[in-house]
Every structure is written in C-alpha cells, then in structure tokens.
C-alpha cells in the first residue's frame, strides 16, 4: 500500500517497523506539504509555528526504534498542537494574542509531556480563534491577531473552519499532521471537528490533565483529539489521559480512564446500542440537505443494528443558562496561567491583557475585547453570588435534570445530535462528545453528526462512533489544488 499525508497512525507504524519509512521521512513529507497549502496555494493559513526541533526528535526517535524497539504507537508520529497548549521548548505559547506573541512558557503542560513521553514528534503549533473565542464577541471563527484567519479547506473563503480549535482542524484535515490536539470549553473540538470533516472527541473533564493550557474556565475546559479517523483519535486520547497531582479535577478519572482505547474498537459496535435522537435541539439551523444527512445518518445507525429512539428531548435543554461561570472563571484563571510565565515577561495578569491590545489598537484590536474586559471586572475570587448561584444551576440542569435524565427515561447508552448542535450543555456538564463525518451537501460542506454520553463514557461512544465510521465511510478529502 502506498502511503501519503492521509495513511493512518497504524499504517505508519507497520511501514516504519517494517523498515520502508522512517519518522524523519514523515515528518519531511508534512513539512513540504505544509510549505505547499499553508501561506502559499490554497493558504489555510493553520499553523502558527513549526518546532526548529521537529526533524532532531525524528531522527533520535528513529534511532531509539532501532536501539530499544517502539514506544508504541505514537512513536514517531508527527503531532501538531493548539497555540493555547505549553510547551517548554523553542515555541512560543500565544493563545493567538499578541500581547503574548513573545512570550515562552516555563515548562511543558501535562499534554505536551505525555506526547513526548508517547514518542509523538511536535511538529508544531496551530493557530486558533485568539483567547479561545472568549475576547469578544462577533469574532471570526479562527481569527487571531498574532495568526490571522485560518481558513477551511473545504471552501476557503467561503465555509465556517468553526472555532475555537480551527487551526488544528483545518490542519489535520488539509493533511499537515497525522492527528492534533485541539481544546475546549464548549463547543472548540466539537465545532470545527464537524466543519472540516475529522472525528473530534471532546473528553470527559477530568479525563486529560488542564495543567499548562492557558485557560477560560476551570469548569468546563479540556483538551482532546482531532483526526481523520477514529482509530487515530482513540489512540491519541489514550497517550493523553492520566492523573496529574498538579490537577486535582483528573483524581475523579481514577480507575475510570485507559492508556490504550483500541480494545474499543469493535466494527459490531452499534448492535443492541440504544440511541437517542435529538430533533428540537437546532434543527431548523439546518437546510434541506442536511437534514437529509441527518436522516442518512440515523437509517445506518438502524442498519447497523443499533435501537433508535425517535425522538427524545432533554428536558433542561431550554433552561435559561448564563454566563457568569466563564466570565468569572476566566479572570482567575488566566492570572494563575500568566504568573507561571518566566518573571521577566511583562504580561502578568489580565489587566496587562487588556491595556496593551489599548495600546497596539489598530492590530490588537480588531474586533474589540467586550469579554476581557467584562472578565476583568469581576473580583477574580470566584466569589459573587451569581456566578456560585449559575454554577450550581449548570450542574443540576446538564447534569440530572438534563442529560442523565433523557438517559435514564429512555434507558439510553447515548443521545445523538446533529452536526455539534448540543455541545453547550454537554460542556456544562463536563460530559464526552464524539463527532464523526457523515457526508457533504452538493456544494461540497461538510455535515457530521455527534454522540453525547455521560461522564467517562469514552469507551462506549468511540465504540459506536468507529462502528458508524466502518459502516459509511463517508469521509472525503478536500480538493486542495483548486
């Protein structure tokens, strides 16, 4: 078989250890094909930075492979990971601010240092929506003023690349890697996951450690796989997991979370599942031909031995939700984040944020920073009422009143959204979502559908979700030529 920019983890790994490719030889071909599409020809305009160091780890991996035999089955895989994420090497650590653009973290995060220990090669990092679309409100998906726009590959120009994780999903998808970590608070996997045609699996929170992410809210965030398959994302969510003493929110994922999420795997993986399926939840978002998708989607779930329920509605799904938990949140968070930079940068809290996009208006500042600065004005002590009243509300109304109870009343192992419509109240709840491609509308956009289980439920929704994917394969790559 020949290989190219779309083979699989696996694929990789069988020729490496068959001696007819190397990582260096891989992390070249996604190099050239980032010089290829990336600011030049179809200029997705993806990757914020390529690691100086990218070809030296190859190379010494390689030469590991050979000396000690694999890792696993990360070893040599070129990884590329979202500008929010830190790593204590050659690479700055923005967020897509230019008030950080400088700036260089004191160490690796706790993701970084599991795909080194993993043997993956950072092969760089991916522009995002700037602050993880929590600086403003009306801003583009996938703007920052540090990258610019990233751009679909689907429809440059012309369709959504979804935020905040844009980078990273137009990325795996125009093929500059072979798998990437995006992260989210509610919706920044999911969204662009959908958009550009890739499998995004948005963990449980607690699942993958939040240490050395720069943050918005300390409730919902988490980090998580972007792929083309679910095979890659199952693989790179278990190199990610683990408990980490400097988080405490991963001590909740003991016993509960794997290293290795490939025995889930199963191509009869939707016989006897039980299945909700959401209609009311944003349907009319939709046109004629997505929702004809959606139908598509649903018969081959039915096919493929699966027991749907038609329809069922989560009975908090119109609860009136507010923004006092990120708005709060968000302050606390990035002051922690900034006093970890190295004590000679200048930007040590939000204020600082906030002051120098003033400062540099004209390039900072381009669609305004409403959310910092709403942020900014809150004590920063998670302590006013509204905030402790709404996180409270969140829980209770995502959680019991929300998504367990459509569950429990329907005796559901999952529910079923369309597109990434639902990911809202899953965030909320801080329960897994998995997203897989389910064609194209004629003008070629892309259409996914997501399943949504409850805390910890991984294995049961990368099960369905490969066995929908064996059952359609209806992924495409985008025509990046034209």
Request: glycine residues 10%; aromatic residues 6%; negative net charge.
């Amino acid at each position: 078989m020949e290989l190219s920019h779309e083979s699989t983890i696996r694929e990789w790994q069988q020729a490496m250890e068959a001696g007819t490719t190397t990582s260096r030889e891989l992390t070249l071909l996604f190099l050239k094909r980032i010089a290829q599409y990336d600011k030049q020809g179809i200029a997705v305009n993806a990757i914020s930075e390529i690691n100086p160091d990218a070809l030296h780890i190859a190379e010494a991996l390689d030469r590991e492979r050979v000396e000690k035999g694999s890792r696993g089955p990360l070893h040599g895989i070129p990884v590329l990971i979202k500008d929010n994420i830190a790593t204590g090497d050659s690479m700055h650590t923005t967020a897509g601010s230019l008030a950080l653009a400088d700036s260089y973290a004191s160490a690796d995060s706790f993701v970084a240092a599991r795909l080194r220990e993993a043997g993956a090669v950072l092969l760089g990092k991916t522009n995002l929506t700037e602050w993880a679309n929590y600086m403003t409100e009306n801003m583009t998906n996938g703007y920052s003023s540090r990258g610019g726009q990233v751009l679909n590959p689907y429809g440059p120009g012309q369709l959504d690349v979804g935020g905040s994780s844009s980078g990273s999903g137009s990325a795996i998808a125009s093929g500059f890697a072979v798998v990437a970590v995006g992260t989210e608070t509610s919706g920044s996997i999911l969204h662009p996951s959908v958009k550009n045609s890739l499998v995004g699996i948005k963990p449980t929170v607690g699942l993958i450690s939040r240490r050395g992410i720069i943050p918005i809210s300390t409730s919902q965030d988490t980090a998580g796989p972007m792929a083309r398959t679910v095979e890659d994302a199952a693989i790179l969510l278990g190199a990610l997991t683990g408990v980490d003493e400097q988080d405490p929110v991963t001590g909740k994922s003991l016993g509960l979370s794997h290293a290795d999420y490939r025995p889930f795997l199963d191509v009869n993986g939707l016989q006897g599942a039980r299945i909700g399926i959401i209609r009311s939840f944003f349907l009319d978002r939709y046109d004629d031909e997505e929702k004809k998708l959606y139908e598509d989607a649903i018969n081959h779930l039915r096919q493929a031995g699966a027991t749907v329920i038609d329809a069922v509605t989560i009975p908090t799904e119109n609860a009136k939700w507010g923004p006092s938990v990120l708005l709060n949140e968000f302050k606390s968070g990035v002051n922690a984040y900034l006093k970890t930079l190295p004590a000679s940068y200048p930007i040590r809290t939000l204020s600082d944020v906030i002051a120098f996009n003033r400062e540099h208006e004209e390039r900072a500042l381009r669609f305004g920073q409403v959310l910092l600065e709403r942020a900014n004005a809150t004590s920063g002590t998670l302590t006013e009422a509204a905030y402790l009243n709404q996180r409270a509300f969140d829980l209770e109304m995502s959680q019991d009143k929300g998504i367990n109870a459509v569950l429990t009343e329907h005796d559901l192992d999952c529910i079923l959204f369309p597109g990434s419509e639902g990911y809202g109240i899953a965030a909320r709840a801080g329960y897994p979502s998995v997203t897989v491609p389910s064609g194209y509308t004629s003008a070629g956009k892309p259409f996914g559908i997501m399943f949504t289980g409850l805390a910890f439920s991984e294995p049961t929704l990368i099960r369905m979700a490969y066995a929908y994917e064996q059952a359609t394969r209806l992924r495409i790559p985008p025509q990046m030529e034209s």
